[in-house]
């Protein structure tokens, strides 16, 4: 009861029930934290027709939730057609418009419900069109690759088309189904794909927001908003100071990777609870929760731990699997400064931020394996000839 009572009076869960996720959209786009035309701009014109307080105003039906949620960040949407619809949250909203150029929210609910009955994530497809649309702008592919269609920033009906064309994998469609890493490398530029280990970037540009430079390149499936969404930190200032996870400024660099550390291991604890990251439950409430349940008496950092505990036996996995510390890397366009909008100029300084994320953790500073020592201390300790036996190059 307390925790429902602290939710419905939290900030954020008050703007999530009445503008929804996507109403973030105008603060992100004020920032240069929201990207465009596939992370090359930092300014969309049409930002306002989209947005989650647009939506509000203009095509909501009534508002959704999850069963028993107080939050309520769901949309029902109503259309021209008068058919109520599931309306789209920031990602999809950001993917098909400002990504796309398109500036219409009616075509973006549309192309989010497409994906739906497709069973397509639609971060992902909208990331490989936007990255088919950029490589048609900059010529290096043409119309003779494409099937004989333009790829013009804005075209919602050709967006609609690649959609049908990916899901039944047919022409153009055939390629687009391999992702954004296959067709840049179909295309002889890797470097262009905003992906993390065959995971496509979801629409938190890095350069705007410091800490997703880490949350991308560390998480462990790749390019990932749901291992920490540590953007909420850097732009709304989202804290939980009773477990070391304070405010520093959004651009900040090295001196904020404990923080991300810490948001990493939280949100890892908070997952193997099952909890929704909207519920912003204060941790000391969680720790009452989970103690009433449990008859356990738990203590905050013995929380921590086992997030702590949880990112390293997934980082071992990863190891088995053949991912490296080579692997932890951004896309080589977020290390070059947006022209324009909130965060324009701004240089990402990803490596030294790598490396402290390495001391952090206590993992090699060359190969990123957790060191001995540190999986010792986690009671970890029947892993360690996983990682450092002499097969595995240790």
Request: aromatic fraction near 10%; charged fraction near 25%; charge should be negative.
């Amino acid at each position: 009861r307390e925790a429902n009572i602290a939710l419905r009076e939290d900030n954020f869960s008050r703007a999530a029930r009445e503008i929804g996720t996507a109403g973030i959209m105008d603060y992100m786009h004020y920032l240069g934290e929201m990207p465009s035309r596939y992370f090359t701009e930092g300014v969309f014109e049409g930002v306002e027709k989209v947005s989650g307080i647009t939506v509000a105003e203009t095509i909501l039906n009534r508002v959704s939730a999850c069963h028993g949620c107080v939050i309520a960040c769901g949309r029902v949407v109503k259309l021209t057609d008068g058919i109520n619809r599931k309306g789209p949250e920031y990602e999809t909203t950001v993917g098909f418009g400002p990504n796309l150029g398109i500036d219409d929210i009616s075509a973006i609910t549309m192309l989010g419900e497409l994906c739906d009955r497709y069973g397509m994530d639609t971060i992902s497809t909208s990331n490989i069109l936007g990255l088919a649309f950029l490589l048609y702008q900059e010529g290096v592919l043409n119309e003779t690759d494409t099937g004989g269609t333009p790829l013009r920033w804005g075209d919602a009906e050709t967006v609609k088309d690649l959609v049908h064309s990916m899901a039944q994998r047919q022409d153009f469609g055939e390629i687009l189904a391999l992702g954004s890493k296959a067709l840049a490398d179909h295309f002889h530029v890797p470097e262009i794909a905003a992906q993390v280990n065959n995971l496509e970037v979801p629409y938190h540009d890095p350069r705007g927001a410091t800490g997703m430079a880490l949350s991308y390149a560390t998480s462990p499936r790749g390019a990932c908003h749901n291992h920490s969404d540590y953007f909420l930190v850097d732009v709304y200032g989202q804290t939980f100071e009773e477990v070391g996870i304070d405010f520093f400024h959004r651009q900040e660099g090295v001196e904020k990777v404990a923080n991300i550390v810490r948001h990493q291991d939280w949100r890892t604890m908070c997952n193997s609870l099952v909890l929704c990251y909207f519920a912003n439950v204060a941790p000391d409430t969680v720790l009452e929760l989970i103690n009433h349940v449990s008859g356990f008496d738990y203590h905050l950092e013995e929380l921590m731990r086992i997030g702590e505990r949880a990112w390293n036996l997934k980082r071992i996995i990863n190891h088995r699997m053949g991912l490296m510390g080579a692997n932890d890397q951004l896309p080589k366009q977020f290390y070059k400064p947006l022209p324009d909008g909130g965060s324009a100029g701004y240089v990402l300084p990803f490596d030294e931020m790598l490396a402290a994320y390495y001391e952090t953790r206590g993992w090699d500073p060359k190969t990123g394996r957790p060191t001995s020592e540190r999986l010792q201390m986690l009671g970890l300790d029947e892993y360690i000839g996983d990682i450092w036996s002499e097969e595995r190059g240790g």
